[in-house]
């Protein structure tokens, strides 16, 4: 079983029936790859932390899906709808408004964002989803999530090096996926056609199919400070698609 086309897990069944998971990046290993961005706390781009009235950057149709009780977003701005560049920005809530706590450089689909993401389109879904599973290749950093750790998340080594660590870690973005799961369960709850398996991981220096990559220091920060009792969601989308909807 495929996900989008750069096959951010895909599913294969042995003889014996078992079910093995080989994954493969959210970006295409044949192409070039540009060093990964340094790490960054101040990459502003215009967004205003000190709205009082929620997530800044972000319309009243999407804030509306901000669930009442979540105290963590992860926003991702994309600096425009066809761009692979976007911000990364960490917010908590503080009484009826938000406050900026870390952000980074960071990718999204190398084509972009939609509004109605298909697989195999390489572009990153807009919209609100929670955080509720984790996982990668490398040990436990000190989440509080449910944490897989397992070898099968390792991309081949075939592929192109700069790809071979972009699931070390990985946040599963829960678009069309059963929560609670493991991030590489297969399972496609609208089907396989609305595609699956949009993550947060590792960069490798360029855009992906649909996930949302960021350095090692990124992705640890925010797996040891992302709470489930907190109910976190990520809110992402290219800025003209994130204050218009």
């Not at 972000?58 to 600096?79: D, F």
């Not at 609208?190 to 350095?215: A, F, N, P, R």
Request: proline content about 8%.
């Amino acid at each position: 079983m495929r996900s989008d086309s750069a096959r951010c897990a895909a599913w294969v069944v042995t003889a014996a029936g078992t079910l093995l998971a080989a994954l493969a990046a959210c970006g295409s290993p044949g192409r070039g790859a540009s060093a990964p961005e340094p790490d960054g706390r101040a990459a502003r781009s215009g967004i205003d932390a000190s709205d009082p009235h929620g997530v800044p950057g972000v319309g009243p149709g999407l804030r509306r899906r901000i669930p009442a009780g979540s105290g963590q977003v992860v926003a991702v701005y994309g600096e425009d709808r066809n761009s692979a560049d976007s911000t990364v920005v960490l917010y908590t809530r503080r009484g009826e408004g938000w406050r900026r706590v870390r952000d980074w450089p960071a990718h999204n689909g190398r084509k972009g964002w939609t509004t109605d993401h298909r697989s195999g389109d390489r572009r990153s879904p807009v919209g609100v989803y929670t955080l509720t599973d984790a996982g990668g290749v490398l040990d436990d950093p000190g989440t509080e999530l449910p944490y897989t750790q397992d070898r099968s998340f390792a991309a081949p080594r075939w592929w192109a090096r700069p790809y071979w660590h972009d699931f070390d870690y990985v946040i599963a973005i829960d678009y069309n996926r059963v929560r609670g799961t493991p991030p590489n369960d297969p399972r496609r709850p609208e089907g396989d056609g609305k595609g699956g398996s949009i993550w947060l991981h590792m960069d490798h220096g360029s855009g992906t199919s649909g996930c949302v990559s960021m350095s090692r220091q990124a992705m640890e920060f925010l797996l040891r400070t992302l709470d489930p009792d907190r109910r976190p969601v990520v809110v992402m989308g290219d800025r003209a698609d994130l204050l218009s909807r």
